[in-house]
């Protein structure tokens, strides 16, 4: 047929039809529905502020805005190494974004990531405020900063910086890819849950294989790289994430398996995991991050109780 995708005929006349693939997309697309999507609400298909909110503002140079979620774990897992290591220059205010209450959308966190996602982080160490946005380069932005956690040695660094951006252009296929359309999707549809299981199955060998024969994702030495890739792949493979461990059959990457635990149970991955942390159990929660005793007084249990409605 003459102008016609030979792939998008082949899906017509499959004996898998099923419901999306008989949506006939109209000639322009239209905001008119929500999809009905977990998250579904927050999705718009324009940028920008909805509202005018400055951002809180604490007394540590470093002010990250974020939350929990393996994105914004990358940051405060990093932001807590580098305290451990002993770079107190690192200390940071850690304020909460919730993202499905709309505040990123906000006029103060548009300015500091005009992309609306979190992490945001503004480091006013300098004589004017610098804004970095994307986890990746929040991580090396750090890592520079301080000097650590990224190699110096040009080989090294390549590499480092090789695994760290695998990271950031892989993990949109797990998150947005496999984890949206088997965990959020209002249906299950075959057809997407393939193709993104087949794709994570393939990174998680990837993993795999690197790891076979190296304590960390670029050798020796513990990075940046593991601190990007750990939040998703550590999560996903010890059953943190979409419940998909058993369909992905997690447990047979056994050095995905034996690294996602070593880094797990270092000290500053378990108060970083904590950080902007509004859900899961009540332990494991620490909602804003404002200095180091706060991991034992927590700062939801100082809040003045909700006013009843
Ligand atoms: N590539 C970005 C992705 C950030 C991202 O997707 N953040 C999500 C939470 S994990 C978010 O803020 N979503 C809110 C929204 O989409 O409105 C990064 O690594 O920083």
Request: charge should be negative.
């Amino acid at each position: 047929m003459p102008g016609r995708s030979p792939f998008l005929f082949a899906v017509r006349e499959s004996d898998h039809m099923t419901k999306a693939q008989e949506y006939i997309p109209p000639k322009v697309w239209k905001w008119d529905a929500e999809s009905g999507g977990k998250f579904a609400s927050i999705n718009r298909p324009i940028a920008g502020p909805t509202h005018d909110k400055a951002l809180p503002m604490g007394k540590h140079p470093l002010q990250l805005y974020s939350l929990a979620t393996p994105n914004g774990v990358k940051v405060t897992v990093m932001l807590e190494e580098l305290l451990a290591a002993g770079h107190d220059g690192a200390e940071y205010d850690a304020w909460l974004i919730r993202i499905s209450d709309g505040d990123q959308f906000g006029s103060g966190f548009v300015d500091a990531n005009p992309n609306s996602k979190i992490p945001a982080l503004m480091d006013h160490s300098g004589p004017a405020p610098v804004r970095v946005f994307e986890s990746g380069a929040i991580l090396l932005h750090l890592a520079e900063k301080f000097g650590a956690f990224v190699p110096r040695d040009p080989g090294a660094r390549a590499e480092c910086l090789s695994w760290l951006f695998w990271q950031m252009g892989s993990a949109p296929y797990l998150g947005g890819g496999f984890g949206h359309f088997y965990a959020y999707a209002p249906e299950k549809y075959e057809y997407p849950i393939n193709r993104f299981a087949m794709e994570v199955k393939r990174q998680l060998d990837v993993l795999d294989r690197n790891l076979a024969n190296r304590r960390f994702m670029c050798g020796d030495d513990y990075t940046i790289a593991d601190m990007a890739i750990w939040p998703w792949y550590g999560a996903l493979v010890k059953n943190r994430v979409y419940e998909a461990a058993e369909f992905l059959d997690t447990a047979s990457y056994t050095h995905v398996n034996r690294w996602a635990d070593e880094i797990g149970a270092r000290a500053p991955v378990r108060r970083g995991v904590m950080v902007n942390r509004p859900f899961g159990a009540p332990e494991g929660q620490l909602h804003e991050r404002h200095d180091a005793g706060d991991f034992d007084t927590r700062t939801q249990d100082k809040l003045e109780p909700e006013a009843p409605e």
